[in-house]
Nanobody, 123 residues
């Protein structure tokens, strides 16, 4: 069993920045890949970014590439998402999740999810 707790969400104006954190407990954090996913109002949940267990490999949705950076600190059992140049279309609930076997753009790959943190970007 894994417990994931996200924090760092909030309200910002377009062009601003936020840094999301996700603290994991209950399993060896460094042994699995992780991802960030989001769900906007009235839309399906979608992939945002993923990172391999050691942090060497990262993957991004085209919509956030060049603006968001995923990283992890295995010593602190923490996953991060640095979000810069935020746009109103980035408004969503952001979730961190553990991957079953590898980093993936497919939501089916993710098994344990946090409760989510709200990000609201105003124009």
């Amino acid at each position: 069993q894994v417990q994931l707790v996200e924090s760092g969400g909030g309200s910002v104006q377009a062009g601003g920045s936020l840094r999301l954190s996700c603290v994991a407990s209950g399993r060896t954090f460094s042994s699995y890949a992780m991802g960030w996913l989001r769900q906007a109002p009235g839309k399906e949940r979608e992939f945002v970014a993923a990172i391999s267990w050691g942090g060497a490999n990262t993957y991004y949705a085209d919509s956030v590439k060049g603006r968001f950076t995923i990283s992890r600190d295995n010593a602190k059992h923490t996953l991060y998402l640095q979000m810069n140049s935020l746009k109103p279309e980035d408004t969503a609930v952001y979730y961190c999740a553990t991957a079953r076997t590898r980093p993936s753009t497919s939501l089916d790959e993710y098994d344990y999810w946090g409760q989510g943190t709200q990000v609201t970007v105003s124009s």
